[in-house]
């Protein structure tokens, strides 16, 4: 089974931070990567599939990047509607723990 | 509009089985995988089950594999998620979600989802 290690679980930026998040196969997954925001009592969002792709509607702050082993996520300038928690997905299907973002 | 409805959660004992609906509209049905996803309460998302445009190709996660059995009808435009032999690590909200792709392996993303129907296993 390929194992996926998101991180941090939590992080705190303040409004206008760039801030970063990170997920790593333990095997080589290509770019069959996507990431997704939930807020409290919401269903999770799709942002980015295919490592890279922004999903319809879904503003340009966000950002993936990454092939392989390792993949990034990006918020260019966090903004407070962001608080929630963050998931990758990868290969097959499996979800990343999470990472919970907050506002400083 | 695009949307998928839950229906059949409930209160169930440990050992018993559920079934599990999703209505679907707003979308050509079986042009897309279909998955179960779901959410113990406090904890993250775990991916249950997917199954492919034509139910011609289904995985599921080791914790469910052997007790719980995905279907689709196509002409209904309905997602089924039988349950069996439930247990307490079973609690959790559980999302039906459309796939971006034929089908549910590699991973194509989910861009879908309903607003979950909750499952509570207990005596």
């Known amino acids: 089974d390929i194992q996926m290690t998101q991180s941090p679980s939590s992080l705190s930026a303040s409004v206008g931070d760039r801030v970063t998040i990170t997920c790593q196969a333990s095997?080589?997954?290509?770019?069959?990567l996507n990431w997704y925001q939930q807020k409290p009592g919401k269903a999770p969002k799709l942002l980015i599939y295919d490592a890279s792709n922004l999903e319809t509607g879904v503003p340009s702050r966000f950002s993936g990047s990454g092939s392989g082993t390792d993949f990034t996520f990006t918020i260019s300038s966090l903004q407070p509607e962001d608080i929630a928690t963050y998931y990758c997905q990868q290969y097959d299907n499996l979800f990343g723990g999470g990472t919970k973002v907050e506002i400083k | 509009e695009v949307q998928l409805v839950e229906s059949g959660g409930g209160l169930v004992q440990p050992g018993r089985s559920l079934r599990l609906s999703c209505a679907a509209s707003g979308f050509t049905f079986d042009d897309y995988a279909m998955h179960w996803v779901r959410q113990a309460p406090g904890k993250g998302l775990e991916w249950v089950s997917g199954i492919s445009w034509n139910s011609g190709s289904i995985g599921y996660a080791d914790s469910v594999k052997g007790r719980f059995t995905i279907s689709r009808d196509n002409a209904k435009n309905s997602l089924y998620l039988q349950m069996n032999s439930l247990r307490a690590e079973d609690t959790a909200l559980y999302y039906c979600?459309?796939?971006?792709?034929?089908?549910?392996?590699?991973?194509?993303?989910?861009?879908?989802w309903g607003q979950g129907t909750t499952v509570t296993v207990s005596s």
């Open positions: 095997q080589d997954i290509s770019n069959y």
């Open positions: 979600a459309k796939g971006l792709n034929h089908q549910w392996l590699p991973t194509g993303g989910m861009d879908v």
